[in-house]
Nanobody, 121 residues
Framework: QVQLVESGGGLVQAGGSLRLSCATSGRTFSIYAMAWFRQAPGKEREFVARIRWPGVITTYANSVKGRFTISGDNAKNTMYLQMNSLKPEDTADYYC??????????????WGQGTQVTVSS
């Protein structure tokens, strides 16, 4: 089992920055990759970014490329999402996820409870 806990969400003005954290516990040595997803009110959950764990190979959704940076600290068992140049359309609940084997970009074994990000215009 792997447990995931997100933090760092909040209210920010457009153009501002936030850093989300995802603390992991349990069988963290088994993790193959981790990712961030988001879900805005009334919309489906969408992929944001993924990182091979532990490592530096990353993948981003086009909507956040150049503005968001995913990273990980294996020693702290924590994944981060640095979000810069935030836009109102980035407003959503953000979820971290982990997968234990190589699978689709959108298929994960474990999910956190989410942290809310609100970007005001």
């Amino acid at each position: 089992q792997v447990q995931l806990v997100e933090s760092g969400g909040g209210l920010v003005q457009a153009g501002g920055s936030l850093r989300l954290s995802c603390a992991t516990s349990g069988r963290t040595f088994s993790i193959y990759a981790m990712a961030w997803f988001r879900q805005a009110p009334g919309k489906e959950r969408e992929f944001v970014a993924r990182i091979r764990w532990p490592g530096v190979i990353t993948t981003y959704a086009n909507s956040v490329k150049g503005r968001f940076t995913i990273s990980g600290d294996n020693a702290k068992n924590t994944m981060y999402l640095q979000m810069n140049s935030l836009k109102p359309e980035d407003t959503a609940d953000y979820y971290c996820a982990a997968v234990l084997t190589q699978r689709s970009l959108y298929d994960y074994d474990y999910w956190g409870q989410g942290t809310q990000v609100t970007v005001s215009s």
